[in-house]
Each structure stands twice: as structure tokens, then as C-alpha cells.
């Protein structure tokens, strides 16, 4: 428990919201962003299929919601590539090939490139043989992970998704610890849905993505309690005491929960793969490698009966729930994305100040001039 008397949480997410509502920023269109971003991937080595690739990723998870996981990602991965610790133009390759099976290795390149190759040739493994189990091993990060299943359900595809890192990023404490000891080790599943929008789960088994505290950082605000503990293992919500010296944790959600899926996101991603579980002394620690272990289904081989049929049946179910607050209505997997999309394409990106620098800063140190529509 914390020393200091706890806040209500309504006045904590007032003070969040107002601080949000203040932070000085610019909704930019997306495109004008990709743009933007492909000038810079491709000032910084990459050719102009991967600089495409990378880029649409990190929008598009912007347009999603994830800003966590969009464009602020940007100065980190250009930092990574020239330190070495990411490498340009690289491609998937597979290590094991059996039937079913495939053991593929990012090589350490642009976890956007290798994710799509390596669903690419999920898809036709799972179409001659109805299912596929992938371990992708040494891929450098993997973005947001929705973005794998969504590739699989466009194909008709049902799929679920484990993600660990192996010793770089990890954040989070275990049920009951006070420091880090597990990564955020996402987990997401997908399934064709109507209207071409599937269902997906996206989810970090941390209690908050370590981006979505780097976002509540650069806009100066706090985050909800519950999430993280500072460096003495006290519960906070202020993502300064979160990055001080020593270091805090995130907490792992739904405790003892989360904190089991964590541990096996570890071995089915990391042992699995061969890209190896959290532990810092791994050989790969010094640098972000995710690894992913993808299972595949095609619902067409496994189900005799009418699968989206009763897909749809569930999810007209579970959306028919009366709310038990007034006017918030219950979500579908994905649906939140989905509607926060459409208003995103429409309206624009926001992007807080702090991170337009960071982003004009990065163009800047590989020679990109800011065009005027991005000046600050
Ligand atoms: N590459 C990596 O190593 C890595 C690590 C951690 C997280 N991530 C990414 O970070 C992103 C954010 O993760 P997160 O845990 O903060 O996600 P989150 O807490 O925002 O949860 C998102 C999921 O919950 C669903 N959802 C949201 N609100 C809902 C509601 N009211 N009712 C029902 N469902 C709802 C969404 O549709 C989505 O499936 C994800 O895209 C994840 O892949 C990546």
C-alpha cells in the first residue's frame, strides 16, 4: 500500500483528463503523416517497400487508438538502426519447415516487415493444412500485435497470439513482486467478423503498455491508478516517479492472472522460438527483439457447422447485455478501434507537441528537411 493517503480515483482521472485536455498538440491528417514517415524510414537506410511497410504500421495504429504503439515510436526505432540493434531490409527466413510447423527468424529487421512476411506464410500453411503453429524467433518489434491477427482474419483466418521479448524490455513485476522481472508480453487473437471489421483482442498482460506511460509522460499527465509502482514497489499513478532512478514497475494485469499469462507468453514466444524468455543476461537482452508464437486455424477445415453463424449469434449475445451503467454500452473485441478509425480517418492524428519534436529532431539527425505543413 502506499505511504501517502490514496486519491479517490474519480479525482485522479479528473486530473488526467484535464491535463489532457490542455496539452498542446496538433491533429495532423494520415496520411500527410505517412508521408512523412516514409521520406524518413528511407533517409534512414530502408528501401521504399519496408519504409511503406514500417510506416503504414505505426499509422495505422494510431488510427486505432494505439497511439502508444503509432508514429511515437518512431525516434526509438531510428536510434535502434543506428546503434545496430535493428537492421535495415532484412527478411523472414524459415528455420524449421514441417508441415504445420514453421520456425521462422526476424533476423533482427523491422518486426513490421518480418510480422508480415512471416503471416504471409502462416496464411498458406494454415490453407493447405488447415492449422499452423509459428514460432517467429529475433524480430525486432513487433508493433501492434493486433495489427497480426487482422492480417490472418482478412484472409478467413481464426488466430491466436503470444508475444514476450527476451530480456530488453522488461517492465513488469510479477503477482506479488516490487521490480521487473517480465516483459509487457502482449497477447491478441482475431477472427473474421462482419462488415469486413473482425474481432480482435490486442492486449499487453501488463496492466498498461510501458508506451501508453511514455505517452502520459511527453503530455504531462497522470495515469489511472493501479497500474504502476515506483521504484521502492509503491503504487503510483505519475509516470516521473515510473522512469526516476531506481527505476518502478508496471503492475501485471488482473494480478495473479495476468501475471500467469505473462509467464507463459515467455515460454510459448521465447522458449518455444528459440528468441529465448526475459532474463537479462540473455545474448540477445542488449537489444529489443520480440518473438511471437502465432496459432492458426481455418475455421472452414475444422468446423462442420456454420462458424461465422454462430460468431455473429455470440456476439449479437454478448452486445445485448443491458448496460449497467447508463450510456456505456458493452464493446466487442475490436470495436473500440474500429469506431476510434473511422473518427481518426476523418478528424485527424492528434500529436502532443513533445513528441512532433522528437519526431522533427529524429528527421533532422538523417538529413530530412521538415516540410512547412510539419513545422512547429
Ligand atoms: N510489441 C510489443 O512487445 C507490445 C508489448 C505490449 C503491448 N503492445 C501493444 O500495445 C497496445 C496496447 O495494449 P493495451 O494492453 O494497453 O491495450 P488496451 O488496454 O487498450 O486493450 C485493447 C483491447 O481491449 C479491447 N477493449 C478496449 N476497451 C474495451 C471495452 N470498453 N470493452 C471491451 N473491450 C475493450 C480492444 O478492442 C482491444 O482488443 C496493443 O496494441 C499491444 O499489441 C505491444
Not at 482474419?153 to 517480465?182: E, K, Q, W
Request: net charge negative; proline share 6%.
Amino acid at each position: 500500500m502506499s505511504k501517502d493517503a490514496p486519491e479517490a480515483p474519480e479525482q485522479l482521472l479528473a486530473q488526467t483528463m484535464a491535463a489532457r485536455a490542455t496539452t498542446p498538440g496538433t491533429r495532423f491528417d494520415h496520411q500527410l503523416l505517412r508521408d512523412w514517415g516514409y521520406a524518413i524510414f528511407a533517409a534512414a537506410g530502408s528501401s521504399k517497400a519496408e519504409a511503406v511497410i514500417v510506416t503504414d504500421h505505426l499509422v495505422n495504429a494510431n488510427l486505432k487508438g494505439h497511439d502508444s504503439h503509432g508514429v511515437v515510436r518512431i525516434p526509438k526505432y531510428l536510434d535502434w538502426v543506428r546503434k545496430k540493434e535493428l537492421l535495415t531490409n532484412q527478411h523472414v527466413r524459415a528455420v524449421t519447415s514441417k508441415g504445420s510447423i514453421l520456425v521462422l527468424d526476424g533476423g533482427f529487421g523491422y518486426g513490421q516487415v518480418i510480422g508480415q512476411e512471416a503471416m504471409q506464410l502462416v496464411i498458406e500453411r494454415t490453407r493447405e493444412h488447415g492449422f499452423c503453429a509459428a514460432a517467429i524467433r529475433n524480430s525486432g518489434h513487433l508493433g501492434r500485435i493486433g495489427e497480426w491477427p487482422e492480417q490472418l482474419a482478412r484472409a478467413g483466418l481464426t488466430s491466436v497470439h503470444f508475444v514476450n521479448t527476451s530480456g530488453y524490455g522488461i517492465l513488469v513485476a510479477p503477482h506479488g513482486g516490487s521490480d521487473r522481472r517480465l516483459s509487457a508480453n502482449p497477447v491478441a487473437a482475431g477472427c473474421p467478423g462482419p462488415g469486413g471489421n473482425p474481432y480482435i483482442l490486442d492486449i499487453a498482460t501488463s496492466a498498461v503498455a510501458e508506451g501508453k506511460i511514455q505517452v502520459a509522460r511527453n503530455q504531462g499527465s497522470l495515469l489511472e491508478p493501479g497500474l504502476i509502482m515506483d521504484g521502492q514497489g509503491e503504487p503510483t499513478n505519475d509516470p516521473e516517479r515510473f522512469y526516476a532512478d531506481p527505476v518502478g514497475s508496471i503492475f501485471p494485469m488482473a494480478s495473479h492472472k495476468g501475471s500467469g499469462i505473462s509467464f507463459f507468453c515467455e515460454i510459448l514466444a521465447g522458449s518455444l522460438s528459440g528468441g529465448q524468455s526475459s532474463h537479462p543476461n540473455n545474448p540477445t537482452a542488449w537489444r529489443l527483439v520480440n518473438n511471437m508464437m502465432t496459432i492458426c486455424f481455418d475455421p472452414t477445415v475444422f468446423s462442420e457447422f456454420d462458424f461465422s453463424g454462430d460468431v455473429q449469434r455470440l456476439a449479437e449475445w454478448v452486445k445485448g447485455s443491458p448496460a449497467r451503467v447508463p450510456g456505456i454500452e458493452v464493446l466487442l473485441p475490436g470495436e473500440l478501434e474500429t469506431r476510434t478509425e473511422l473518427d481518426r480517418r476523418e478528424n485527424g492524428i492528434f500529436i502532443d507537441t513533445q513528441t512532433h519534436r522528437q519526431l522533427l529532431d529524429a528527421a533532422t539527425s538523417w538529413g530530412l528537411q521538415t516540410p512547412s505543413e510539419l513545422a512547429l
